[in-house]
């Protein structure tokens, strides 16, 4: 089955406000005005895809009188809308958009902004279409007075055969599926995957998200990389580099108070116990979600859970809830097995770089 949603949304523009579209910054005399960061094409998307599943608008599920989503970053709220159609069954085929605006340009910044949005709703960029028009000096567009974006989404509706679920438990065994991850890892733990985190604080309801990849080679070493910020570990030291900055603070990996280290993300639920499974869909097919027993990790979490891919256990989704109640989604794409060389372990500083040596 498959079903059309279609969405709109108008921002004016306003002094001292960025001009995010997209998901993207770009750079203008002016920015939009709005309780989140006003991003009109995302927003229209969000829209879209609501609508086509029934849910709503983006009003109803992110009020403008709520202090939670002020000046909060519109991907954040496009991945929410993403993982609620989810909830539904619902798979995106297709979206497509249209940008309405005399200035920015559009043009020069629409495989950034594909890229962007095809990140966040985890589907491929030929699956989202983005235009840009004017309008011909014609009403408020025209006058460049704000801009306005439209979507329309195409989903289909992933059916569940009840049998599966009703058979699931009986016919798979927790242990034997962690067991089966362990397998797929080996004893190397040398691999490479981009990853996108989702956090919520319980005390203020605020969101954090974050992209990046990941490289693990073992005994400690790993390499992370996001857009603000790099780190860099070959096991004995460790460089957290900014690149805005251009600052490198070194430390000895032994001096960090956090012994959960960033490569640990993707292995730490090896070690538990698994105490129950059940069937859960992810991007339109059926998974694996073990219940783990956090025991071992007691001083940081005390929920743990991970979805584990039907075909070779590879981890595809890992949930966390620390000992405040916050809890954090780690998404797992582009997993891939690999022998790294020691030097993409160890920072190289480039020039300019201003060095802060802590050990």
Same mark, same amino acid.
């Given at each position: 089955?498959?079903?059309?949603?279609?969405?709109?949304?108008?921002?004016? &523009?306003?002094?001292?406000?960025?001009?995010?579209?997209?998901?993207?910054?770009?750079?203008?005399?002016? #920015?939009?005005?709005?309780?989140?960061?006003?991003?009109? %094409?995302?927003?229209?998307?969000?829209?879209? %895809?609501?609508?086509?599943? #029934?849910?709503?608008?983006?009003?109803?599920?992110?009020?403008?009188?709520?202090?939670?989503?002020?000046?909060?970053?519109?991907?954040?709220? %496009?991945?929410?809308? =993403?993982?609620?159609?989810?909830?539904?069954?619902?798979?995106?085929?297709?979206?497509?958009?249209?940008?309405?605006?005399?200035?920015?340009?559009?043009?020069?910044?629409?495989?950034?902004?594909?890229?962007? !949005?095809? =990140?966040?709703?985890?589907?491929?960029?030929?699956?989202?279409?983005?235009?840009?028009?004017?309008?011909?000096?014609?009403?408020?567009?025209?006058?460049?007075?704000?801009?306005?974006?439209?979507?329309?989404? %195409?989903?289909?509706?992933? &059916?569940? !055969?009840?049998?599966?679920?009703?058979?699931?438990?009986?016919?798979?065994?927790?242990?034997?599926?962690?067991?089966?991850?362990? =397998?797929?890892?080996?004893?190397?733990?040398?691999?490479?995957?981009?990853?996108?985190?989702?956090?919520?604080?319980? #005390?203020?309801?605020?969101?954090?998200?974050?992209?990046?990849?990941?490289?693990?080679?073992?005994?400690?070493?790993?390499?992370?990389?996001?857009?603000?910020?790099?780190?860099?570990?070959?096991?004995?030291?460790?460089?957290?580099?900014?690149?805005?900055?251009?600052?490198?603070?070194?430390?000895?990996?032994?001096?960090?108070?956090?012994?959960?280290?960033?490569?640990?993300?993707?292995?730490?639920?090896?070690?538990?116990?698994?105490?129950?499974?059940?069937?859960?869909?992810?991007?339109?097919?059926?998974?694996?979600?073990?219940?783990?027993?956090?025991?071992?990790?007691?001083?940081?979490? =005390?929920?743990?859970?991970?979805?584990?891919?039907?075909?070779?256990?590879?981890?595809?989704?890992?949930?966390?809830?620390?000992?405040?109640?916050?809890?954090?989604?780690?998404?797992?794409?582009?997993?891939?097995?690999?022998?790294?060389?020691?030097?993409?372990?160890? &920072?190289?500083?480039?020039? #300019?770089?201003?060095?802060?040596?802590?050990?």
């Amino acid at each position: 089955m498959f079903k059309i949603g279609i969405g709109f949304d108008v921002h004016r &523009f306003a002094e001292g406000r960025r001009c995010v579209i997209g998901g993207v910054d770009i750079p203008h005399s002016k #920015g939009l005005l709005g309780h989140s960061d006003a991003d009109v %094409l995302t927003h229209a998307i969000c829209d879209a %895809l609501l609508g086509a599943a #029934g849910l709503g608008d983006i009003g109803t599920h992110f009020p403008d009188n709520n202090p939670k989503f002020k000046d909060i970053n519109s991907q954040v709220l %496009l991945g929410q809308v =993403k993982e609620e159609i989810t909830k539904e069954g619902f798979k995106i085929e297709n979206i497509d958009s249209i940008v309405m605006a005399e200035k920015p340009k559009i043009n020069p910044h629409r495989a950034e902004m594909k890229t962007t !949005l095809s =990140k966040t709703l985890e589907i491929e960029e030929a699956k989202i279409g983005i235009k840009a028009t004017t309008t011909e000096k014609l009403g408020f567009v025209g006058r460049e007075e704000g801009i306005a974006a439209q979507a329309v989404a %195409l989903l289909s509706k992933v &059916f569940v !055969l009840l049998f599966f679920v009703s058979i699931h438990a009986l016919a798979v065994n927790p242990d034997s599926l962690l067991k089966c991850s362990a =397998k797929y890892f080996g004893d190397k733990h040398e691999f490479k995957f981009d990853f996108q985190m989702l956090s919520r604080s319980s #005390g203020t309801g605020g969101e954090t998200q974050r992209r990046g990849t990941l490289i693990t080679g073992g005994k400690d070493r790993f390499t992370l990389t996001m857009p603000d910020m790099q780190i860099y570990s070959d096991g004995t030291n460790l460089w957290q580099y900014n690149p805005l900055q251009k600052q490198v603070l070194i430390k000895l990996l032994s001096d960090l108070e956090n012994k959960l280290y960033p490569s640990e993300v993707l292995f730490r639920y090896l070690g538990t116990t698994a105490i129950s499974v059940k069937p859960e869909l992810w991007k339109g097919s059926m998974v694996h979600a073990l219940t783990l027993d956090p025991s071992k990790y007691k001083d940081q979490f =005390k929920a743990m859970e991970v979805w584990l891919s039907p075909k070779d256990c590879s981890p595809l989704r890992l949930y966390t809830i620390d000992n405040i109640g916050n809890d954090t989604w780690y998404s797992i794409e582009n997993l891939s097995k690999g022998s790294f060389p020691e030097s993409t372990f160890k &920072f190289k500083a480039p020039a #300019g770089t201003d060095e802060i040596d802590m050990r």
